[in-house]
């Protein structure tokens, strides 16, 4: 390839990044897991915001059912949900999953997006996808019950990539 051409289609992939990223940021971002919602809840909840950057997206803290994610804008976004627990635990990011329905671990209800499992560690998921306006996203549990509280590495993160 002559190098003029290489140029050329390295200026076009730049002007390309340029136009996909020249849209004003979204994103939110929150930390520090304080539970779960109450009794027969499996929607986490988180106590630190962290970025709250646009309006596509509507976090909605909620001690009784867990807290939320409310998409305003329809488009395509990355999410991802790192927690951690002294037992064992199935988590994973749902979509329109009730909070008072556990995570499936067999994507039985076509509501999950991504899974992982806790077991005295960390772990993390992550899903890009298209999302419509109204859709609703919460990092959800398997067992719920008594919480693994106050910790430090849980972070969701919600951010419309187009």
Known sequence: MRLT???GLLLLAVGSLTVLSSGATQETSVAKGTGYGTTG???RTFGTVVAKIGTAITYVPDAV???SFVINTSGVYAVSYTDGDVNSDDLGISVNLSPTSKFSTVFGTGQELCL???A???ES???TVYLAKGAVLRAHSTFGGPPPN???ITR???TKVQ
């Open 41 to 43: 809840i499996y929607a």
């Open 5 to 7: 051409s290489w140029f």
């Open 150 to 152: 106050s910790q430090a």
């Open 116 to 118: 992982f499992e806790a």
């Open 156 to 158: 969701f993160i919600v």
């Open 120 to 122: 005295n560690t960390g």
């Open 125 to 127: 998921c992550s899903a």
């Open 65 to 67: 059912n867990g807290d």
